[in-house]
C-alpha cells in the first residue's frame, strides 16, 4: 500500500495493535513481558516499537485492557443513524471505563508520567474511542464538512473515557449512576450542536 497523509493513520493504528498482540501473546505463555520482544512476536523494529510503548509497564497495562474492547460493530449495533451511533460509542466508552476502573487510572496515570518524562508515545491514548468515533462519520458520508467532523469527534473525546469518568466522579461527586447519566446528557448535547446547530446569533 502507498504511503500517503490518508493512509498513516491506519498503518500506525495496525503497527500498534501488532505490539499489543505480541504483549498478548507473551502474557499467554507466562513470558516476561518488555516492548522488544511483544514488537519481536510480530516482526517489528526496537526503534519503531520504542516510539508506541516507550516502557514496558504501559504496554502491559494497554494489553490488559485491549482484550476487554467489543469491535466497533458490536458496539453500534441496533443503533440507527449516525446521532444514534455516536451516543452509542461514547456511551459504550464510558460504561467500559466504569467496568475496569482500576486498570484505566493505572493506565492513565503511566501515561502521565510519561509524558511529565518526555517519553510521550507517538500515538496517544483514547485512540479507539477516537476511531470508532471516526467509523461512524465515515458510514454516512457528506454528513459533515470534514473540519467539523473532526472538531465533533475531538468534542465527543472529551466526554467519554475515563478523563471523563475523573471529572464527573472525583471532581463534580457523582455517583457513579449519576456521571453515567451525565456522561450520556453530554454526548446527545455534543452530537446534537455539531449535527443540528443553530442559527443565527
Not at 89 to 109: G, I, T
Not at 124 to 134: C, N
Not at 176 to 185: D, F, H, L, W
Amino acid at each position: 500500500m502507498t504511503d500517503t497523509p490518508a493512509t498513516r493513520p491506519q498503518q500506525r493504528r495496525r503497527t500498534r495493535e501488532a505490539i499489543l498482540a505480541g504483549a498478548r501473546a507473551l502474557m499467554a505463555r507466562d513470558e516476561p513481558v518488555t516492548v522488544v520482544a511483544a514488537a519481536a512476536e510480530q516482526g517489528i523494529s526496537k526503534a519503531t516499537a520504542y516510539r508506541y510503548f516507550p516502557d514496558a509497564q504501559a504496554l502491559v497495562l494497554e494489553a490488559g485492557l485491549d482484550v476487554q474492547v467489543l469491535p466497533y460493530e458490536a458496539v453500534v449495533a441496533g443503533a440507527e443513524g449516525l446521532r444514534d451511533r455516536l451516543i452509542a460509542v461514547s456511551v459504550y466508552m464510558f460504561a467500559l471505563a466504569q467496568a475496569h476502573e482500576a486498570q484505566f487510572r493505572r493506565y492513565l496515570a503511566r501515561t502521565l508520567d510519561l509524558a511529565a518524562e518526555g517519553r510521550a508515545p507517538e500515538q496517544r491514548r483514547g485512540a479507539r474511542r477516537m476511531d470508532y468515533l471516526r467509523h461512524a462519520l465515515a458510514e454516512a458520508p457528506g454528513a459533515l464538512p470534514p473540519d467539523r467532523a473532526e472538531a465533533l469527534v475531538a468534542a465527543m473525546a472529551a466526554v467519554t473515557g475515563i478523563e471523563a469518568l475523573i471529572a464527573l466522579t472525583d471532581i463534580a461527586r457523582l455517583s457513579p449512576a449519576a456521571a453515567a447519566v451525565t456522561a450520556r446528557t453530554l454526548a446527545e448535547a455534543v452530537v446534537d450542536r455539531y449535527l443540528c446547530p443553530r442559527t443565527g446569533g
